[in-house]
């Protein structure tokens, strides 16, 4: 089976075939640190570590390139109220950043180029730009003119004459169209410049990552991603520069996931809910709030809500409580069965149908129906008399290396098991000792116990307590 990728560029799925064979070369489009994340943030961070994740498991290297803005006109804005430098406040929120995710469970990137540390490769780029006929300077700023490149408004579908229509000429803009570009910005008093042939200033937004994947991954990769809100202007002028420059195609396929709204309502600060991933992290498991993001299509908007969030940890614990249902009774199994191979050949289904989920762009959200299935397996298999320690290890390396590719560990932070857990293994339990399957009948008393839940047995029936 192929993977097959949704690319804004075309509006269809297509089949994955890398520049290189086996190697896929990605670029994220990473934070402007002026701030700690918000968990709109968060979620790309998540989906494409994911992605990652899964071309990782399917034998492919991956570069991977998550560049930071560490300057700007917000950074430069909150540089001066905290009477900081630009500096200080970007390694603040790039080291703060960097923390969110890796708690999240985000690997690291290949690369986190910044823009600060790429400025002579900007500078070339823009002077390539100017060079080629496709910008232009005006007292100190440069700007790039769509209209002379052929082909502006692909990635969002839209001709130069209905985006020209929106385009505006801020005050203080010297351009000649509403539809140019800054590519680099007249500096302004006391503000951090750096010098360049047309005058001392720095970089506009869009060509920083022109410039860093250029560079970094070549003048054309595989894939471009990022979110939803970045697709038009950013994208699309990325497109327009890189292809103007180097004369070849930019990316091959473009990657965007969807919005976040909170309690139905997009997520904004007027409407005062606005949440920090940081916030978020210090009263729920991180492992809880990555499960929660994937449970959803990545091009599909997810609404958070604290219930919704209590939906996903209840859905992870019923996958952990298996694992260590399994990891219990793996002591107490025996070898050679009979019926293993029936049970090794189930396991292999569902890996099937979990790789044919997520070779469907990458579809999570399926894929965590196959892990509730194999979940539901697991339970009937310990339901058996006689279990092989061969099939439950099975089940064990199966849950943890498709929950792997999610990036969640379901083999520590073991979590108070829900009410309907328990009444299921009470239920197990007592066809157990209807069965004088006494040992099994021990072992989940036993079980329950370590869990700090309490067995009573009474002439009514069985009545639990947490201790």
Known sequence: MAITIYNTLTREKEKFVPIEENKVRMYVCGPTVYN??????????IVFDTVRRYFEYRGYKVDYVLNF???????????????????????????????????????????????????????????????????????????????????YG??????????????????????????????????????????APWGKGRPGWHIECSTMAKKYLGATIDIHAGGQDLAFPHH????????????????HYWMHNGYINIDNEKMSKSLGNFVLTRDLLEKHDPQVIRFFMLSVHYRHPINFSEKLL??????????????????????????????????????????????????????????????FDITKEANVYLQSKQTSTKIIKAFQ????????VLGIDITVQEQELLDEDIEQLIVERNQARKNRNFTRADEIRDLLKEKNVILEDTPQGVRWRRG
Request: glycine content about 6%; cysteine-free; proline content about 2%.
């Open 310 to 371: 209590q939906g996903a940890k209840n859905s992870l614990d019923r996958i952990r409580t298996a694992y260590f249902n399994l990891d219990y009774r793996k002591n107490v199994s025996m070898d050679l069965l009979d019926d293993e191979e029936k049970w090794l050949e189930k396991l292999d289904a569902f890996k099937r149908q979990f790789e044919t989920a997520m070779d469907d762009d990458f579809n999570t959200a399926n894929g965590i129906s196959i892990l």
């Open 154 to 195: 692909k990635l969002s579908h839209q001709s130069i004459d209905e985006l020209r229509a929106g385009a505006r000429i801020q005050v203080g803009e010297k351009k000649s169209d509403p539809l140019d570009f800054a590519l680099w910005k007249q500096a302004k008093p006391g503000e951090i410049a750096w010098d």
């Open 36 to 45: 700690y994340i918000h968990i709109g943030n968060a979620r790309p961070a």
């Open 69 to 151: 803005t560490d300057v700007d006109d917000k950074i430069i804005k909150t540089a001066n109220e905290a009477g900081k430098s630009v500096q200080e406040i970007a390694n603040k929120y790039i080291d703060a950043y960097l923390e969110d995710v890796e708690t999240l469970g985000v690997k690291k990137a290949t690369l986190n180029p910044r823009v600060t540390e790429t400025m002579d490769d900007i500078i070339a780029f823009i002077q390539g730009l100017i060079d080629k006929g496709y910008a232009y300077t005006v007292d100190g700023d440069v700007y790039f003119k769509p209209r002379a490149f052929d082909g």
């Open 397 to 404: 390396n199966t849950l943890v290396t498709l929950m792997d």
């Open 236 to 251: 699309e002028n990325e497109i327009a520069q890189s292809e103007a420059l180097n004369e070849q195609q930019f990316a």
